[in-house]
């Protein structure tokens, strides 16, 4: 390649990056609206993080534990059938 091509092809690809991250900066800005844990909702593999004797999310072994926590919107956990605790129900 010459070397106006390789500097056009670099030019390109920067101008390709930098759009793919200000777009997923974008994205992420609604990230920041008021959330809160949700107990009892998150389906297995779908935790938020830590608990039960594991330290990452995506580890939940059952459906609906409740002591297995998912983030939400803000007012969203009553209406999805969730705690704002993580106390186990009684049975």
């Known amino acids: ?10 030019a390109i690809g920067t101008l390709l990056a930098f759009a793919s991250v200000t777009a997923q900066a974008g994205a992420h800005e609604g990230a920041g609206a008021a959330k809160e844990k949700c107990y009892g909702i998150a389906k297995a593999g779908e935790n938020g993080c830590a608990a039960n004797g594991h ?5 939940a072994k059952v459906d609906n534990d409740p002591t297995e926590w998912k983030n939400v919107g803000k007012g969203e956990c009553a209406k999805m ?11």
């Open 55 to 59: 330290s990452c999310q995506g580890q």
């Open 1 to 10: 390649m010459k070397s106006n091509s390789i500097l056009l092809s670099t």
């Open 81 to 91: 059938g969730g705690s704002m605790s993580g106390d186990k129900k009684a049975s």
